[in-house]
Structures are given as structure tokens and as C-alpha cells.
């Protein structure tokens, strides 16, 4: 499928405009910066063999984190989300589990400072990937601004130095 850019609406209702003005477009045009590479070699050396933890494991965007981490075979996934039903829909999903990957679905609240601190100390995970957050920006701010505050902001503050005081790598 070929993607053009045309001018503006104005410019074409004014008459503004001449077939020679469409120009080629990318979906990288949309990023509003340069795309990034990744190193799936570098990726994967970080993560293999690892014990990993993910925050919001069960929600849209530690699912997603979840089946691409299980690809480079880490020891442990600790997979820690708020929401019991929620990890239960992520134990359904995953496909073929490495025999070396043990998986752990762990309730808890991020903001529950002694029970993150437990956790830490037992998995001692050296990378943690935190999407333990409230997404759903326009009905969090229309009723719900203190718990976003109180998950997205406080929540992340005390489990980022919770990571801090037990020594995570990589956060």
C-alpha cells in the first residue's frame, strides 16, 4: 500500500494545492523522531538466564512485555499484578513456556512497601520492567485522579526505591 501526505484541509479548500504537493509518506514519519533498533543479541544476552519481574504483568502493556521476554529464556519471570483475574488471563495466554523458565504469578499492590520488599528479597530479579500503571488516561482524570496519582506517581516512587534498596540492576 503506498502512503501519501496531502496538504492541509485548508490549503485544499481554498484551492491551495497541486498534485505535485503529495509527498511519499512512512509510518516512522509519525514518530516525530528517528526510529529505534533494537539489538536483539545485546536483548537477549541481558535477559537469558535472568530472573525478571514485570509490574502489571497482567495489563495491556506487561502482557505484551511478558510473551516477549518468555522468547529469550530467562530462569525466572515474576510476574507480579494487583489484579488476581488479570493474572489468571496471563497464566491462559502464554504459549510454549522454555522447560529452563519457571514462572511465578504474584498479587500484590506496588504501593505495599513490606509486601514488594518480600518479594524483591526472595526472586531477587535483576531487571524489573514496571508497567504497573493506570492507562486509561481520560477516565482516570475524570473521577479517579487521586488513585492515578496514588498508583502511577507515589506507586512508582516507592517501588523504584524499593528495586533501589534491593539492589535491582535494571529498572
Known sequence: LKL??????????????KFSHFENFSVDDLLGRDPVHLDITDIGK??????????????????????DVLTFSPRHIICL????LALYNLEKLKKTIP?????HYIVADIKDSSRINSIL??????????????????????NNVCEALSNNAYG???????????KVKKF
Not at 53 to 59: C, D, E, K, Q
Not at 81 to 84: F, I, P, R, V, W
Not at 99 to 103: G, P, V
Open 99 to 103: 522447560a529452563s523458565t519457571k514462572i
Open 4 to 17: 501519501l501526505w496531502i496538504p492541509s484541509i485548508d490549503d485544499l479548500a481554498k484551492g491551495k494545492f
Open 156 to 166: 512508582t516512587y516507592l517501588f523504584g526505591n524499593a528495586c533501589i534498596r534491593n
Open 121 to 142: 528479597k526472595r526472586f531477587a530479579p535483576s531487571m524489573v520492567f514496571h508497567a504497573a500503571a493506570y492507562k486509561h488516561l481520560p477516565l482516570m482524570e475524570n
Open 81 to 84: 499484578d494487583n489484579s488476581e
Open 46 to 67: 541481558l535477559l537469558s538466564d535472568q530472573s525478571i519481574l514485570i509490574s502489571g504483568a497482567g495489563g495491556s502493556i506487561g502482557s505484551q512485555i511478558f510473551i
